[in-house]
Each structure stands twice: as C-alpha cells, then as structure tokens.
C-alpha cells in the first residue's frame, strides 16, 4: 500500500470516528448517561 492509500486510508478513518462521536451527541440520553457514569467513578 503506497503512502498517498494508507493517508486516504487514516484521514477516511478519522472522518468516521469524528462522525460517529457528533451523532452520539445528538441523543441527549446517552450523553447523560455517559457523565452519570463518570461521574459515578469519583
């Protein structure tokens, strides 16, 4: 795999993670929940 594929590769990898994340987001619940665990730690 030359570098210009394995770049194209990363940056499309990226691209979902930070998709995913802003789309989890949108769902107030899980956000409330995720920092109710959080905070459940301390």
Known sequence: MNHRARSALVTLAVALVLAAVFL???????????????????
């Open 24 to 42: 989890a987001y949108l769902s107030p619940h899980l956000v409330v929940d995720l920092a109710n665990r959080v905070w459940s730690c301390f």
